[in-house]
């Protein structure tokens, strides 16, 4: 457990040693571009696969195995329709979604953005945190979604500051990473599909990014109907978190307080 812990801390270290470094570093001297943007993302996937493979912890234990692909995509279908027709007969708006599609932003936010955050702050910080705190303070679970959420909402400062973003810009882009990150924490807890959280990420981002930033309440409505949607589709017959606990020990809780 010791070992889990420190590896934690040093992750998340290099996770912010990336961000207000290397990535700022990057877009001063090659620019800010699709290249560096991808590479930036990158970056910070092969960070989360080398701290998963750390922990001996294998793509079906944090649900991003080609079948948790294929039904993370459906289950993101099914939220994109029931939001689609929740959002038009609730409240008459006749734009849900961004009408020009763009394949290369499409892949950048769902693939690029969407799924390498999320496999670094949810399959890795937030599954790690869920495990040591449960072990030690079972019914303190939930402080796993605040802890991981002040980490992801912080770790959004340093670029912001490169960029020179004012006061006022700067605390408004850590209150809705902090609040995205709960959230997310949350599709993930219900569905444990870590491809269909990094698809609701992405969409956040493309193609629904206009419609939340005018009408934040239908931005809420959509991630509790990707909560529900999540967990009505979750393959697993655990609840969170012993859907993870479970896959890592076999049913053997004592295992992982070693």
Same mark, same amino acid.
Do not use: D
């Given at each position: 457990m010791?070992?889990?812990?420190?590896?934690?801390? $040093?992750? %998340? *270290?290099?996770? &912010?040693?990336? $961000? %207000?470094?290397?990535? +700022?570093?990057?877009?001063?001297? @090659?620019?800010?571009?699709? &290249?560096?943007?991808? @590479? /930036?993302?990158? %970056?910070?996937? $092969?960070?989360a696969? /080398?701290?998963?493979?750390?922990?001996?912890? /294998? +793509?079906?234990?944090f649900g991003a195995t080609p079948v948790h692909f294929i039904r993370g995509f459906c289950l993101t279908i099914g939220t994109y329709v029931a939001f689609g027709v929740a959002a038009v007969v609730t409240t008459g708006v006749e734009q849900v979604y961004i009408t020009s599609f %763009? @394949?290369?932003?499409?892949?950048e936010e769902w &693939?690029?953005? *969407? &799924?390498?955050?999320? @496999?670094l702050f949810r399959g890795y910080i937030f599954l790690i945190l869920v495990k040591i705190i449960y072990i030690r303070h079972p019914k303190q679970v939930w402080s796993a979604w605040i802890i991981s959420a002040i980490i992801f909402s912080l770790w959004h400062v340093p670029l912001g500051l490169w960029m020179g973003q004012q006061l006022s810009v700067l605390i408004r882009d850590i209150t809705i990473p902090l609040i995205s990150a709960i959230i997310f924490a949350s599709v993930y807890a219900a569905s444990g599909n870590l491809w269909f959280t990094a698809f609701i990420h992405g969409t956040t981002n493309y193609p629904l990014s206009p419609l939340i930033k005018s009408e934040p309440l239908l931005g809420v409505a959509f991630m509790i109907i990707a909560i529900l949607i999540g967990r009505a589709g979750r393959e697993s017959e655990y609840s969170f978190p012993h859907t993870f606990l479970y896959l890592e020990t076999k049913g053997d809780y004592n295992a992982i307080t070693k």
């Open positions: 010791q070992s889990t812990v420190k590896n934690l801390l $040093i992750v %998340s *270290g290099l996770a &912010f040693a990336l $961000i %207000s470094f290397a990535v +700022p570093l990057a877009y001063q001297y @090659l620019g800010y571009n699709h &290249f560096t943007l991808a @590479l /930036a993302q990158v %970056s910070f996937l $092969i960070l696969l /080398a701290a998963l493979r750390l922990e001996g912890v /294998a +793509p079906s234990q %763009s @394949l290369l932003y499409w892949l &693939f690029l953005t *969407g &799924f390498s955050e999320e @496999l």
